[in-house]
């Protein structure tokens, strides 16, 4: 770009390039920019720490005109015991994802409203496993998670799904803590 002084006092001429459209772009509209989001990964557990993160989410996608896909993980059973157990895994964990879809669709239902669009998904496996997986194969321009913010042995022996997410994740991710003052 280049600025010549124009006839008139006070007065200057631009020349642009093609490689000067987008600041002209951005500044006829003053909520685009670089930063775009299209697809946010919003993980749920059904815990009212979840429905916060999605709550968060929600603004987000609105403002930048994104979709979200909520995704339930339904934890694997513990395969641990003798064969004698009499207990059908595959079948509880079929049945598991099945409740999980229904719970999932009923929430984006009640909670999302037709505002932004929004898909379901519902896997089976380790939380963080899936989660990763999820949005690298969505690609995914942003997770929002929810933690429960446990410290001290709680966190040593159940660990954090959203601390592993942060460490691992293809894409930025925004941590909503259960306790926190709000902004949205």
Not at 143 to 171: D, M, N, Q, Y
Request: aromatic share 4%.
């Amino acid at each position: 770009m280049k600025a010549k002084p124009s006839r008139h006092s006070g007065e200057v001429v631009l020349e642009l390039n093609r490689r000067d459209e987008p600041l002209l772009a951005a500044g006829s509209n003053p909520t685009a920019s670089l930063f775009r989001l299209k697809k946010i990964l919003v993980p749920i557990d059904f815990s009212d720490c979840a429905k916060k993160a999605l709550q968060y989410a929600i603004p987000l996608a609105r403002h930048h005109q994104a979709a979200i896909t909520l995704l339930y993980v339904a934890s694997r059973p513990n395969y641990s015991g003798s064969e004698f157990t009499g207990l059908d895994y595959p079948a509880l964990e079929a049945d598991l994802v099945a409740t999980g879809e229904k719970d999932l669709c009923a929430l984006a239902e009640k909670e999302v409203q037709a505002s932004v669009p929004v898909e379901t998904l519902v896997r089976a496996g380790l939380p963080v496993v899936e989660i990763i997986d999820a949005a690298k194969s969505l690609k995914s321009d942003l997770i929002v998670i929810s933690t429960h913010g446990r410290t001290g042995l709680k966190h040593v022996f159940l660990g954090s799904v959203a601390e592993h997410v942060v460490r691992a994740a293809p894409c930025p991710v925004l941590v909503v803590r259960e306790s926190e003052h709000e902004f949205v």
